[in-house]
């Protein structure tokens, strides 16, 4: 069990330190709405991780999986919104680039536009958008837990622990945004980082629509 479980930590501390959409979103909002955005973006992801860790439990995940027009409408929608988070982000620099009127770059998300709980909500759809967590959550927990793989108590814990590794570890990385923030918001430094987090979802975002 002992093992098992330090496998376990190993892997997840692995796939979690590479970044990817959560990683970027959380940036995005750290810089658009400060530390409390980006934890809350943090806390969004982790329960967006604890409904699939849920979802695997119950067998939900595997009956996603073996149903492709299901699959298939997931991928396409969590890619559209990884996508339009994205493009906002992107105008929103270009705009400031460029010098237009704050009519101009309404897609933009300001500092005030982006409180706690729209954070909270994108963490969530962003993750529950992602279908690659279906099949990540489906494939990891089982080789990890005890006996048979298959125990729901057992499934549960790990995927827990799963979600309060990423929420600590996207946490820490709004808290060092925010740390370095008035660095990061000098206006040509902010520019090319929000560009380059827009950029960034909107390619992860295509990546998952085309992939098979």
Same mark, same amino acid.
């Given at each position: 069990?002992?093992?098992?479980?330090?496998?376990?930590?190993?892997?997840?501390?692995?796939?979690?330190?590479?970044?990817?959409? $959560? /990683?970027?979103?959380?940036?995005?909002?750290?810089?658009?709405?400060?530390?409390?955005?980006?934890?809350?973006?943090?806390?969004? !992801?982790?329960? &967006?991780?604890?409904?699939?860790?849920?979802?695997?439990? /119950?067998?939900?995940?595997?009956?996603?999986?073996?149903?492709?027009?299901?699959?298939?409408?997931?991928?396409?929608?969590?890619?559209?919104?990884?996508?339009?988070?994205?493009?906002?982000?992107? *105008? &929103?620099?270009?705009?400031?680039?460029?010098?237009?009127?704050?009519?101009?770059?309404?897609?933009?998300?300001?500092?005030?536009?982006? $409180?706690?709980? !729209? #954070?909270?909500?994108?963490?969530?759809?962003?993750?529950?958008?992602?279908?690659?967590?279906?099949?990540?959550? /489906?494939?990891?927990?089982?080789?990890?837990?005890?006996?048979?793989?298959?125990?729901?108590?057992?499934?549960?814990?790990?995927?827990?622990?799963?979600?309060? *590794? /990423?929420? #600590?570890? *996207?946490?820490?990385?709004?808290? #060092? !945004?925010?740390?370095?923030? $008035?660095? *990061?918001?000098?206006?040509?430094?902010?520019? #090319?980082?929000?560009?380059?987090?827009?950029?960034?979802?909107?390619?992860?975002?295509?990546?998952?629509?085309?992939?098979?």
């Amino acid at each position: 069990m002992t093992n098992q479980l330090v496998g376990f930590l190993g892997v997840s501390l692995l796939v979690i330190a590479v970044p990817g959409p $959560d /990683t970027a979103l959380t940036i995005r909002n750290t810089l658009a709405g400060g530390r409390g955005a980006g934890v809350f973006t943090a806390l969004g !992801v982790a329960t &967006g991780q604890a409904t699939w860790t849920l979802a695997t439990c /119950t067998g939900l995940a595997a009956l996603l999986l073996a149903s492709e027009p299901a699959f298939l409408a997931l991928k396409l929608v969590g890619a559209g919104y990884l996508v339009f988070l994205g493009a906002q982000a992107l *105008l &929103g620099a270009l705009s400031s680039a460029f010098g237009r009127s704050r009519a101009v770059a309404i897609a933009a998300p300001s500092r005030r536009r982006i $409180d706690r709980r !729209v #954070a909270l909500r994108q963490g969530v759809v962003s993750n529950l958008g992602n279908p690659k967590m279906a099949v990540f959550f /489906t494939s990891l927990l089982p080789q990890f837990a005890p006996g048979s793989g298959t125990s729901f108590s057992a499934l549960l814990l790990l995927g827990l622990v799963f979600c309060s *590794l /990423t929420l #600590a570890w *996207l946490a820490a990385y709004a808290i #060092a !945004v925010a740390k370095a923030g $008035d660095y *990061l918001r000098r206006s040509g430094i902010r520019r #090319a980082i929000q560009g380059l987090t827009g950029a960034v979802l909107i390619a992860l975002g295509l990546r998952i629509a085309t992939e098979r």
